[in-house]
Nanobody, 118 residues
Framework: QVQLVESGGGLVQPGGSLRLSCAAS????????MGWYRQAPGKQRELVAT???????NYADSVKGRFTISRDNAKNTIYLQMNSLKPEDTAVYYC????????????WGQGTQVTVSS
């Protein structure tokens, strides 16, 4: 059984930064990607950024140049460094594992709230 535990969400002013972490326990399999998805009120869940075990990354156009995803394979942990945050980045951010670089996998974290507001 795979468990994903997220941390690092919170309230930040526009232009600020946050760093999300997601630690995975259990066996995901080395071939699978991990990543972050988000869901804002009244909207569908969308891909934010994903990363393969080999380090290939995929970003939503809306976050390119502002967000950076990274992965520590030894710790089975991924990170999302979010800079230059905008109000439209406000959402619940979910960690995901077991999928492909552009398709979510079976495993989801509980979600962490990110609110960008002055």
């Amino acid at each position: 059984q795979v468990q994903l535990v997220e941390s690092g969400g919170g309230l930040v002013q526009p232009g600020g930064s946050l760093r999300l972490s997601c630690a995975a326990s259990g066996s995901i399999g080395s071939a699978y990607a991990m990543g972050w998805y988000r869901q804002a009120p009244g909207k569908q869940r969308e891909l934010v950024a994903t990363i393969t075990r080999g380090g290939n990354t995929n970003y939503a156009d809306s976050v390119k140049g502002r967000f950076t995803i990274s992965r520590d394979n030894a710790k089975n942990t991924i990170y999302l460094q979010m800079n230059s945050l905008k109000p439209e980045d406000t959402a619940v951010y979910y960690c995901n594992a077991g999928g492909l670089i552009d398709i979510p996998g079976t495993y989801w974290g509980q979600g962490t709230q990110v609110t960008v507001s002055s």
